[in-house]
């Protein structure tokens, strides 16, 4: 199939013998920088960032905060990005 990327293989690590409880908010994991690049969010950031919708050093804060100061503008890129086709009955 086209479009499908194979599966990528992560490193798992076992659950240590005295797990410590996880604080709201905490940080569990984050890609390494390569692979976030790669994914589907990552390449669509880098088309916003090369079109000027988003600043050349932007991430994925920079980008939330998009979403939600401008949703009128988000939302739009949002569809076109995923082929969705708006209509109204």
């Known amino acids: 199939m086209s479009g499908i990327a194979a599966p ?5 690590r076992a659950m240590p013998a005295d797990p410590q409880p996880v604080r709201t908010g905490t940080l569990l994991w984050t ?6 690049a790669a994914s589907r969010l990552g390449r669509w950031l880098s088309a916003l960032r090369g079109a000027g919708t988003l600043p050349r050093d932007s991430g994925y804060d920079e ?3 998009w979403s939600v100061g401008d949703p ?3 939302w739009p890129a949002v569809a076109d990005e995923l082929g969705i086709a708006w ?3």
């Open 63 to 65: 980008a939330h905060a």
């Open 31 to 36: 890609p390494p920088a390569e692979r976030a």
């Open 8 to 12: 990528t293989v992560v490193e798992c």
């Open 87 to 89: 209509s109204t009955p």
């Open 72 to 74: 009128g503008a988000f």
